[in-house]
């Protein structure tokens, strides 16, 4: 058989061009790792703008790279400053937000996943985005390919902001009204001047206690669920009590010294359990 040299030439050509194209993406990868080796010393220096700008560059040398996604997103919250509401500022730390998704849509490992959710988390409450908040929060909660424990994590923290929204309500001066007489301090909780005002407070714990519930389905030992149901069932008793409900308000304080009782349990176990993992380290406890 005969070969055209012009077809020996094409194949060597295009075996040049594929050996040319190796080597390139090896020096880029070599060239990438340098840019995030500087990245990390500029993060460390706090020179954050610069961390950046390594970062940005090693994802560029390196489209593949897995850590510089999530040093770029690390290097924006960074920047972030918390609690100073300029519009520049809370567009920071929703650059962070997405820089954080985009790690989270490339297949990171799982402690880097992990990163991610709760960076968002914190950076949405710092915001006070309470709606993005609550819905990404409620996408682990929902999510049946998260563990059981994360699952019940999510829908502990979800049950403890409704308890908030109860609570900023009751504690209010013109709601909880307490008196002294003979010596001895008492508290009566009186309807919001607002019908809505009540209302929307019925809800949360209505919404709240589902939450605490489902998170304890997932997770029978989650001390902060069990925490949760006990404070949203005095928050039950409260609004009974607005709303002349004596025999529903004895109810909820009942099912609430129930459920405090289960929260002290397995605080006093984890208390236990943390105890004999620091005897075992060698570790004195204070």
């Avoid at 407070?201 to 519930?213: F, N, S, T, W």
Wanted: charged fraction near 30%; include cysteine.
């Amino acid at each position: 058989m005969k070969f055209s040299w012009s077809r020996i030439g094409a194949t060597a050509i295009l075996g040049l061009f594929v050996a040319a194209s190796a080597g390139c993406t090896l020096v880029n990868k070599i060239r990438a790792k340098n840019e995030l080796n500087e990245t990390a010393k500029a993060y460390k220096d706090g020179r954050f703008e610069e961390a950046e700008q390594h970062a940005r560059r090693a994802l560029f040398l390196d489209p593949n790279n897995p850590t510089a996604p999530i040093f770029i997103a690390r290097v924006i919250h960074q920047q972030y400053r918390p609690g100073v509401d300029t519009p520049d500022n809370i567009q920071r730390a929703k650059d962070a937000i997405d820089a954080y998704q985009r790690v989270l849509q490339n297949n990171p490992t799982p402690q880097t996943a992990e990163e991610a959710y709760k960076a968002i988390s914190v950076l949405y409450a710092a915001i006070k985005d309470d709606q993005d908040l609550r819905a990404w929060i409620t996408k682990r909660a929902t999510d049946s390919s998260q563990p059981s424990e994360k699952r019940a994590e999510a829908y502990a923290i979800l049950a403890g902001k409704d308890w908030d929204c109860s609570y900023k309500v009751t504690e209010l001066p013109d709601v909880k009204i307490t008196s002294t007489e003979g010596g001895k301090a008492s508290v009566t909780y009186k309807k919001p001047k607002e019908q809505k005002d009540f209302d929307n407070i019925q809800k949360c714990v209505v919404r709240g206690l589902e939450e605490a519930d489902t998170a304890i389905k997932y997770d029978p030992n989650s001390e902060s669920a069990w925490s949760y149901k006990t404070n949203l069932l005095l928050e039950a008793a409260k609004q009974a009590e607005m709303d002349g409900k004596a025999d529903q308000k004895s109810t909820y304080e009942k099912q609430a010294k129930v459920a405090g009782d289960r929260a002290a349990q397995l605080s006093e176990e984890r208390r236990k359990k943390e105890e004999a993992a620091e005897a075992a380290a060698g570790t004195p406890t204070p």
